[in-house]
C-alpha cells in the first residue's frame, strides 16, 4: 500500500509539529509521522523559551503548556559568587516561561492538525529512496509496513537525524559540538528564589553549565550539558555530583530523568537537497552558548513549511527552489547561531578562577536588560580577554 503526500515531515517534535502547520496552513497535502505513541513524550529538553520568541511565531500563551513565568536569573561562579538580574533591578526582554513540553508538543502537533496535517503516532520511517518527482519512505505503524510517496519530505528527526544521511546530506555532529546532557525533574528543590532560573558554571560542568528551572512550588529540572572532549565521566555523574553538592538540590528528590544529546555546533554547510529539507535540532538550530533550541527550531520549522506549500503549488520542488528555505534560515537565525558559536569556544577556554574574576566583576556592573546578547556585551567590558577575542562581534 502507498500513501500519497505533499509534503511528508518525519517527527513530531515542536519543529516538526510546525513545520507540518505552515505547509498545511499554504494548502500542501500534508502527513506527519512520529515514531513514539505519545508525542512530546519523554522530554529531552530544561523547557525554558522566551515570550517574545512565542510571539514571533504566533503562538498565544497557553496556561496548559506553562508552568512558570520567569522573573529574572541567578548566575553562579565555581566559588559560589553569584549575579542576580531580576526584573526589580533590570528591564527582562527575554524573560520566559516553563513549559511542560510533554504538553506543548501536542499542542504544537494539535495546531498542525487543525491547520489539516494528518497525523500518524507510533510510525517509524525505516528508509527512503529517491524517485523522479520526490521520496519514496518505507515505514512501519504497529508491525504494519506501507510506503509513503511525498514530493517533499522535512526531516525533523533530531540530533542524530537518519533522514538527512538517507538524502545524501552530512549533518552528523562530531563529538566536540554535541553536548551530553542529563536532567532530572525533582521535588523539594529549595532555591533561594523560585521565580529565577540559575545556571551554575566552570568544572561543575565541563564545556556546558548546570542549570536549575523551577516548575513551580519546590519542582525544578535540574540538569547539565558536557561535552565527551573535556571530561572523562558521563553527565549522568556529573549530574549526581551537582545535585549532591549544590545546597538547592541536596535534600530534592527525582522523579524522572532524561538523558539526550544537544548539538552546539551550528548548522550544518547544507540544509536542503532535491525535494528534501531539514528542520529543528537536526539541522543544528540551537543556540550554541546555551543549548537552547525550541524557539530557532520551531522559526526554522516555520520557514521549512512556508517554503514547501510555496514550491508544491508551484511545481518545483528542486534543490534550488527549496533553497529559498536555507536562505532564510542563514538570515533569520544563522547569523546568531554563527555568533555565540564563537562566545561558546571563548566560554571553553576559561578556568574556574577566571569565571569567579568575571562573576566579581559583575557584582559592580549595572546591567540595563537582561538578554544573552547584553550578558555578552557586559562581559566584553570587564574582560580584555574577551574584548580581544568577542570585541568585533558586539
Same mark, same amino acid.
Given at each position: 500500500?502507498?500513501?500519497?503526500?505533499?509534503?511528508?515531515?518525519?517527527?513530531?517534535?515542536?519543529?516538526?509539529?510546525?513545520?507540518?502547520?505552515?505547509?498545511?496552513?499554504?494548502?500542501?497535502?500534508?502527513?506527519?509521522?512520529?515514531?513514539?505513541?505519545?508525542?512530546?513524550?519523554?522530554?529531552?529538553?530544561?523547557?525554558?523559551?522566551?515570550?517574545?520568541?512565542?510571539?514571533?511565531?504566533?503562538?498565544?500563551?497557553?496556561?496548559?503548556?506553562?508552568?512558570?513565568?520567569?522573573? &529574572?536569573?541567578?548566575?553562579?561562579?565555581?566559588?559560589?559568587?553569584?549575579?542576580?538580574?531580576?526584573?526589580?533591578?533590570?528591564?527582562?526582554?527575554?524573560?520566559?516561561?516553563?513549559?511542560?513540553?510533554?504538553?506543548?508538543?501536542?499542542?504544537?502537533?494539535?495546531?498542525?492538525?487543525?491547520?489539516?496535517?494528518?497525523?500518524?503516532?507510533?510510525? /517509524?520511517?525505516?528508509?527512503?529512496?529517491?524517485?523522479?518527482?520526490?521520496?519514496?519512505?518505507?515505514?512501519?505503524?504497529?508491525?504494519?509496513?506501507?510506503?509513503?510517496?511525498?514530493?517533499?519530505?522535512?526531516?525533523?528527526?533530531?540530533?542524530?537525524?537518519?533522514?538527512?544521511?538517507?538524502?545524501?546530506?552530512?549533518?552528523?555532529?562530531?563529538?566536540?559540538?554535541?553536548?551530553?546532557?542529563?536532567?532530572?525533574?525533582?521535588?523539594?528543590?529549595?532555591?533561594?528564589?523560585?521565580?529565577?532560573?540559575?545556571?551554575?558554571?566552570?568544572?561543575?560542568?565541563?564545556?556546558?553549565?548546570?542549570?536549575?528551572?523551577?516548575?513551580?512550588?519546590?519542582?525544578?529540572?535540574? &540538569?547539565?550539558?558536557?561535552?565527551?572532549?573535556?571530561?572523562?565521566?558521563?553527565?549522568?555523574?556529573?549530574?549526581?555530583?551537582?545535585?549532591?553538592?549544590?545546597?538547592?538540590?541536596?535534600?530534592?528528590?527525582?522523579?524522572?530523568?532524561?538523558?539526550?544529546?544537544?548539538?552546539?555546533?551550528?548548522?550544518?554547510?547544507?540544509?536542503?537537497?532535491?525535494? /528534501?529539507?531539514?528542520?529543528?535540532?537536526?539541522?543544528?538550530?540551537?543556540?550554541?552558548?546555551?543549548?537552547?533550541?525550541?524557539? $530557532?527550531?520551531?522559526?526554522?520549522?516555520?520557514?521549512?513549511?512556508?517554503?514547501?506549500?510555496?514550491?508544491? $503549488?508551484? &511545481?518545483?520542488?528542486?534543490?534550488?527552489?527549496? $533553497?529559498?528555505?536555507?536562505?532564510?534560515?542563514?538570515?533569520?537565525?544563522?547569523?546568531?547561531?554563527?555568533?555565540?558559536?564563537?562566545?561558546?569556544?571563548?566560554?571553553?577556554?576559561?578556568?574556574?578562577?577566571?569565571?569567579?574574576?568575571?562573576?566579581?566583576?559583575?557584582?559592580?556592573?549595572?546591567?540595563?536588560?537582561?538578554?544573552?546578547?547584553?550578558?555578552?556585551?557586559? /562581559?566584553?567590558?570587564?574582560?580584555?580577554?574577551?574584548?580581544?577575542?568577542?570585541?568585533?562581534?558586539?
Amino acid at each position: 500500500m502507498v500513501t500519497e503526500v505533499d509534503v511528508l515531515v518525519i517527527g513530531a517534535g515542536p519543529a516538526g509539529s510546525t513545520a507540518a502547520k505552515h505547509a498545511a496552513m499554504g494548502g500542501a497535502g500534508v502527513l506527519l509521522i512520529d515514531k513514539k505513541s505519545e508525542i512530546g513524550a519523554p522530554k529531552r529538553c530544561a523547557e525554558g523559551v522566551s515570550v517574545g520568541g512565542l510571539e514571533s511565531l504566533g503562538i498565544e500563551p497557553n496556561p496548559r503548556w506553562i508552568t512558570k513565568k520567569l522573573d &529574572g536569573v541567578r548566575l553562579v561562579s565555581p566559588n559560589g559568587t553569584d549575579v542576580w538580574l531580576t526584573s526589580d533591578k533590570v528591564e527582562l526582554p527575554e524573560a520566559g516561561y516553563i513549559l511542560e513540553r510533554k504538553v506543548f508538543d501536542k499542542h504544537m502537533a494539535m495546531d498542525a492538525a487543525r491547520a489539516g496535517s494528518e497525523i500518524m503516532v507510533k510510525t /517509524l520511517a525505516t528508509g527512503m529512496e529517491k524517485t523522479g518527482d520526490g521520496y519514496l519512505v518505507s515505514a512501519e505503524c504497529m508491525g504494519r509496513e506501507f510506503e509513503i510517496k511525498a514530493r517533499i519530505v522535512i526531516a525533523a528527526d533530531g540530533p542524530e537525524s537518519r533522514v538527512a544521511r538517507w538524502a545524501g546530506l552530512n549533518t552528523a555532529t562530531r563529538p566536540k559540538d554535541m553536548e551530553s546532557a542529563a536532567q532530572f525533574e525533582m521535588v523539594g528543590v529549595e532555591m533561594e528564589d523560585n521565580n529565577c532560573i540559575e545556571f551554575y558554571f566552570g568544572s561543575v560542568a565541563p564545556g556546558g553549565y548546570a542549570w536549575i528551572f523551577p516548575k513551580g512550588d519546590d519542582i525544578a529540572n535540574v &540538569g547539565l550539558g558536557v561535552l565527551s572532549t573535556e571530561t572523562d565521566k558521563s553527565a549522568y555523574e556529573h549530574l549526581v555530583e551537582f545535585v549532591e553538592s549544590c545546597p538547592a538540590t541536596r535534600n530534592a528528590q527525582p522523579v524522572e530523568l532524561n538523558i539526550g544529546g544537544d548539538p552546539v555546533g551550528g548548522m550544518p554547510k547544507e540544509l536542503v537537497a532535491d525535494s /528534501l529539507m531539514v528542520v529543528g535540532d537536526a539541522a543544528g538550530q540551537v543556540n550554541p552558548l546555551t543549548g537552547g533550541g525550541i524557539i $530557532s527550531g520551531m522559526t526554522g520549522g516555520m520557514l521549512a513549511g512556508r517554503v514547501a506549500a510555496a514550491a508544491v $503549488s508551484e &511545481g518545483d520542488v528542486s534543490k534550488k527552489r527549496l $533553497s529559498e528555505y536555507e536562505r532564510l534560515c542563514r538570515e533569520e537565525i544563522g547569523k546568531e547561531i554563527d555568533r555565540y558559536l564563537k562566545v561558546k569556544d571563548y566560554m571553553l577556554t576559561l578556568s574556574d578562577s577566571e569565571l569567579d574574576s568575571i562573576a566579581e566583576a559583575f557584582q559592580d556592573v549595572e546591567f540595563e536588560k537582561v538578554s544573552t546578547t547584553e550578558l555578552v556585551k557586559k /562581559l566584553i567590558k570587564v574582560s580584555p580577554k574577551a574584548l580581544i577575542k568577542l570585541g568585533k562581534l558586539f
